[in-house]
T-cell receptor
Framework: AQSVAQPEDQVNVAEGNPLTVKCTYS??????LFWYVQYPNRGLQFLLK??????LVKGSYGFEAEFNKSQTSFHLKKPSALVSDSALYFC????????????FGKGTRLHILP | EAQVTQNPRYLITVTGKKLTVTCSQN?????MSWYRQDPGLGLRQIYY???????DKGDVPEGYKVSRKEKRNFPLILESPSPNQTSLYFC???????????FGSGTRLTVV
């Protein structure tokens, strides 16, 4: 079965430090991977996606994600965290059994401490 | 401004009283979808539509209906709401297929 996992419910990072939000996936075939962010009282916003090509994908707001095929991971990263990055982050993967559907992880809440 | 508009933002209703949550997009997107978000469960897809007059069930369709008579609109209908449908609902659209969604701001529904 296709699945995506975000192993941490919450991540705390001091402002200015690098941040990583973890995501692992399990799909048959080539993965299509996505990151979304949800700020308080808002809908989700698309951050970035990996479909093919360079393993390091750059997205909005200074975020990037590294695709690692051998570890089946797609971790979200940012070199220097801002307090305004505090939000709920969702990883998602295309269901290769049904390519009209994507599967969302349960989300990781990121707290950036001033 | 390109956007997905959901209404209402907040709704409290009683068990069994039919309701409709509207969703409209102004980007000429073909693909539209409804999700519900519950703590600890992430987002689960309710229904989706790949184009006008084409709809299909997602993971949790029970108790919901949708229609897609026009490209821009994709209303979610709860014929007889129950308390277990209390949730935060999101409509989303994309050009074709669920890649790079634009989400609405959400509808927080409480059924008492």
């Amino acid at each position: 079965a296709q699945s995506v996992a975000q192993p941490e419910d919450q991540v705390n990072v001091a402002e200015g430090n690098p941040l990583t939000v973890k995501c692992t996936y399990s799909v048959s075939g080539n993965p299509y991977l996505f990151w979304y962010v949800q700020y308080p009282n808002r809908g989700l916003q698309f951050l970035l996606k990996y479909i093919t090509g360079d393993n390091l994908v750059k997205g909005s707001y200074g975020f990037e994600a590294e695709f690692n095929k051998s570890q089946t991971s797609f971790h979200l990263k940012k070199p220097s965290a801002l307090v305004s990055d505090s939000a709920l982050y969702f990883c998602a993967v295309r269901d290769n059994g049904r390519d009209d559907k994507i599967i969302f992880g349960k989300g990781t809440r990121l707290h950036i401490l001033p | 401004e390109a956007q997905v508009t959901q209404n209402p933002r907040y709704l409290i209703t009683v068990t069994g009283k039919k309701l409709t949550v509207t969703c409209s997009q102004n980007m000429n997107h073909e693909y539209m979808s409804w999700y519900r978000q519950d703590p600890g469960l992430g987002l689960r897809q309710i229904y989706y539509s790949m184009n006008v007059e084409v709809t299909d069930k997602g993971d949790v369709p029970e108790g919901y209906k949708v229609s897609r008579k026009e490209k821009r609109n994709f209303p979610l209908i709860l014929e007889s709401p129950s308390p277990n449908q209390t949730s935060l609902y999101f409509c989303a659209s994309s050009l074709s297929g669920p890649y790079g969604y634009t989400f609405g701001s959400g509808t927080r529904l409480t059924v008492v």
